[in-house]
């Protein structure tokens, strides 16, 4: 660990004894360069991200949960072909008994949340949270994410992650309208994003490593933030796909094709500054392909935080100014001369509700843990 780090670890083992834990200064340590730095502090910091009480763990679950479970088959099916979403060289007794934790934590969830519905790719985010956390944290920690960030892909229908999936396109035409207009053209759709999307990018990436930084980093945001991310991923590609065949095919093949080697610090950055450009407020216009209220994303109140929240947070909004003043001097990609809302915003700065939106991205769990399933879900 350098120093830089040394005092990152610092900071959170700070806010992790300050009482009552200071969670907003935690979200600002999982979404800042770099992320929580380690498994030891992701045990400590995930479970209050997600407002789970580690000292009342629920039992663990045991295998009469196998009997009669109409998921059963297809969990086991999945699991057994999830091999690659281990560490490589890990013994295979190891990894059988890892797997078979990795089935009871999935059906413990269903079958106490009957209203959720399994999906094939719920098991790559159970499974990061396995090897990160154990079963018994991992069996909390998966059961409250599945009834609020995933609570959408969870349904029936796929419905609500289509609708989540139509917001991916006008991120893009926000930032790059030749890009969009050439996927337009194309006919390409989105679907390419929806294993990165259901999977929080845990089926795509081979690198267990960029995995848990982008955990870090989506589990400190707001739920649409994956779909945010899933756009600069595109962007940053824009040259690979303004040189692609412009047909379904061609730019659905490359695009399906994940890089491994991309910039993720900045790309996170990306996201986190799209996201207080181009809140989802202002993009559900565009993306209402049904009605806004069905969604949990689309339900959350970008600005709610401004009335509750007493310390704005600077991280993104730092980030933001940073990014803006570059990208005036080198009239960067993210201008978009056909609406002019660039300058618009370097004119007007950083309004109240700009403050907002980015306060939104840190610190949206915090507000809607406890009012969640009041507020959010019918």
């Known amino acids: 660990f350098d120093a830089k780090k040394k005092r990152k670890v610092a900071e959170i083992y700070q806010a992790l004894n300050s009482d009552p834990i200071d969670v907003a200064a935690l979200r600002r340590m999982a979404i800042s360069e ?71 934590i999935i059906l413990h969830v269903l079958k106490r949340n009957p209203q959720l519905h399994y999906y094939q790719g719920y098991h790559d985010i159970v499974v990061t949270f396995l090897l990160v ?148 407020s202002e993009l559900a216009r565009e993306a209402a392909q049904q009605q806004a209220e069905r969604t949990a994303a689309s339900t959350f109140k970008d600005f709610e935080l401004a009335s509750v929240q007493q310390r704005p947070d600077t991280v993104l909004r730092q980030r933001f100014r940073e990014r803006l003043r570059g990208e005036e001097r080198t009239k960067s990609i993210l201008t978009k001369p056909r609406t002019n809302r660039f300058v618009k915003l370097a004119v007007m700065g950083l309004t109240v509700a700009l403050g907002a939106a980015a306060l939104a991205v840190v610190k949206s769990a915090l507000e809607w843990a406890p009012k969640f399933e009041l507020q959010i879900f019918p």
Request: net charge negative.
């Open 34 to 104: 770099g992320g929580l730095l380690t498994d030891e502090i992701r045990c400590k910091v995930w479970p209050k991200l997600l407002s789970v009480n580690t000292d009342d763990l629920p039992p663990l679950p045991g295998k009469e949960l196998r009997e009669d479970n109409k998921d059963y088959q297809q969990v086991l099916l999945d699991v057994r072909r999830s091999l690659r979403r281990f560490p490589p060289g890990m013994p295979d007794e190891q990894r059988e008994g890892l797997q078979e934790e990795l089935i009871d």
């Open 133 to 280: 956390v154990g079963d018994r944290l991992a069996t909390a920690l998966v059961e409250k994410l599945s009834t609020h960030h995933l609570r959408d892909f969870m349904d029936p229908t796929m419905d609500n992650t289509k609708h989540i999936l139509n917001y991916l396109m006008p991120i893009i035409d926000q930032v790059n309208p030749e890009v969009h207009d050439f996927m337009q053209s194309a006919e390409v759709g989105t679907i390419f994003a929806l294993s990165w999307l259901i999977t929080w990018f845990g089926h795509v990436l081979s690198d267990f490593r960029h995995v848990v930084r982008l955990y870090d980093f989506f589990l400190a945001c707001h739920p649409l933030m994956p779909i945010y991310f899933a756009a600069v991923i595109v962007l940053y590609r824009e040259q690979e796909v303004l040189d692609c065949e412009c047909d379904m095919a061609s730019v659905h093949h490359l695009l399906s094709q994940i890089p491994q080697d991309l910039p993720y610090e900045t790309l996170i950055s990306r996201a986190g500054d799209l996201f207080v450009q181009f809140p989802p």
